[in-house]
């Protein structure tokens, strides 16, 4: 293996109402250290109609399908979930990190996971959307549709960038996109134990 090889893997996975493209500068600044970097789109996050129904377990089928090929090739990963993209990477993770996979006698796997600002898991069994009394508490940003929930794009520097400098948010705003509604009422979970 060559030493590029022996470095991790680094997994980013996005948060709701984005795309890889709003994190590229994290993404430039760890390629230029010499890591590999994937950054998939999830399936639930996106511009058009495509993402309607889409919930928490297509965006893990899009996590997996990134990354698994270079787990079973042996490569340790160090994941990364911002925000939504937090519950997405839990599911992801389970049954695949170094330990449990050295159980089976394989090599590689997750081996440590970055959460940043990540959605609370408030209760096993029961879904954000009924954590929070079955409506949406943050719809001054976002309106929701009978599939999805679209951002009102003039409130959106005061709800999530509202300490990024405005030129950089004149850049991020534009591409942001529609969130699927349906990753809101997935029931939460409590990953296994190792």
Request: some cysteine.
């Amino acid at each position: 293996m060559n030493e590029k090889d022996q470095q991790p893997v680094i997994l980013l996975v996005h948060g709701a109402w984005h795309r890889p493209l709003h994190y590229r500068l994290l993404i430039q600044a760890f390629q230029q250290q010499g890591f590999t970097v994937l950054a998939p789109p999830l399936a639930s996050s996106g511009y058009d109609d495509s993402i309607d129904g889409k919930t928490y377990q297509d965006d893990v089928k899009r996590i997996h399908d990134a990354v698994l090929s270079y787990i079973d090739g042996g490569r340790k990963v160090v994941a990364i979930g911002h925000s939504y993209g937090a519950i997405p990477l839990s599911v992801a993770i389970d049954g695949h990190s170094i330990a449990e996979r050295e159980q089976k006698g394989l090599v590689g796997g997750f081996g440590s996971v970055i959460y940043v600002a990540p959605t609370p898991v408030l209760h096993k069994g029961i879904s954000m959307y009924e954590a929070a009394g079955e409506h949406y508490k943050t719809p001054f940003f976002h309106d929701v549709s009978d599939t999805r929930m679209p951002l009102k794009l003039d409130r959106v520097k005061e709800a999530f960038l509202s300490d990024i400098d405005q030129s950089i948010a004149d850049e991020i705003i534009p591409p942001l996109c529609h969130q699927s509604k349906a990753p809101s009422k997935f029931l939460s979970f409590a990953p296994r134990k190792t």
